[in-house]
């Protein structure tokens, strides 16, 4: 519970476990079970920090939204790189890439414009007052101040600083060449905190009093 960063990267471990596991046949009927409960557990101690006496409601729900929009951020960039591999024509990658990169791109900056409320599905489906907002110039202009609700690379060691993400640079994004994946170079804008990725207190403002008491009791 204070260390979302690693829970994190448990849930993925066990994401890959149960992967396995699923696809192993009779032998691992037994371990799915197990795996599922234990990922489980693990998704509510990272995403509500879970712990003896519990956090506040409205802070675990924004404990819960940034980690569930940290790790869907890493998963839209994987869901990228096998869907370009599903497109059989390689020059119809670029666009197809260009396209994908444009929706995440969306998701990002709608995080942002709603102050950390909604990721949305891809962007296009946000809500009327903020459907306007969805664009790089609009974004940056509301910087620093709204920057503190965008996800971080969750990718990274718990000890380093966090990096948060402002927007994709689609325009220097390219497919890497390879004969059996579709690996592709990702260029981002980001923000680098003075909070590390494993800090307690990277999902929310701790200049806020009541919620910088709840985070950080004593």
Known sequence: ADNPALGIKLCWLLQDALHDATFAGRSGARAVQTIKSLLYQTYQVTMYGLSADGLPEHVAGLRHRYYRDCMAFIHGLVKISNDLRGEKIRERRPAHLRRMLDSLNRRVMMRMATCGESMGQD???????????????????????????????????????????????????????????????????????????????????????AVRAAVQPG
Request: negative net charge; charged residues 20%.
């Open 123 to 209: 962007g296009m489906g946000a809500p009327p007052e903020y459907a306007q907002l969805l664009d790089a110039r609009t974004i940056a202009s509301g910087c620093p101040a709204i920057a503190k609700h965008a996800v971080h690379l969750a990718v990274a060691p718990c000890g380093t600083r966090a990096l948060r993400v402002l927007r994709i640079v689609e325009d220097e994004c390219k497919i890497l060449h390879s004969r059996s994946r579709t690996p592709y170079l990702l260029a981002l804008e980001v923000l680098e905190t003075d909070q590390t990725c494993g800090s307690p207190g990277l999902y929310c403002d701790l200049r806020d009093a």
